[in-house]
Nanobody, 132 residues
């Protein structure tokens, strides 16, 4: 059974930075999608960033483009999220998620992102709080 453990969350001032880590352990698996999601109180879970660990192709939510960077270290089975220029709106519980399929699902000749309910493995989350 694959287990994911996030770390690196905390409380910071607006404009500050945090680096989140997600370490995977357990049975070996072929991973073709690694992602970060977040959920604020009263809101639905939101996709933040995606990465294909093989090709390193990345995708970001518009709200974090230019501020967040997703990366991975395949040797260490670790996913990272570097968060810079943090805003109060970034306050949320952050979760990492993995799946053996791709980050994008083909629908006819089009495609869509893999939804939050379509990932096989999830961590417990790490809280990020940004204050003014």
């Amino acid at each position: 059974q694959v287990q994911l453990v996030e770390s690196g969350g905390g409380s910071v001032q607006a404009g500050g930075s945090l680096r989140l880590s997600c370490v995977a352990s357990g049975s070996p698996m072929s991973v073709r999608c690694m992602a970060w999601f977040r959920q604020a109180p009263g809101k639905e879970r939101e996709g933040v960033a995606l990465i294909d660990p093989v090709t390193t192709t990345t995708t970001y939510a518009d709200s974090v483009k230019g501020r967040f960077t997703i990366s991975r270290d395949n040797t260490k089975n670790t996913l990272y999220l570097q968060m810079n220029s943090l805003k109060p709106e970034d306050t949320a519980m952050y979760f990492c998620a993995l799946d053996g399929g791709g980050c994008w699902i083909q629908v006819g000749r089009d495609r869509r992102r893999r939804g939050s309910h379509e990932y096989n493995y999830w961590g417990q989350g790490t809280q990020v709080t940004v204050s003014n």
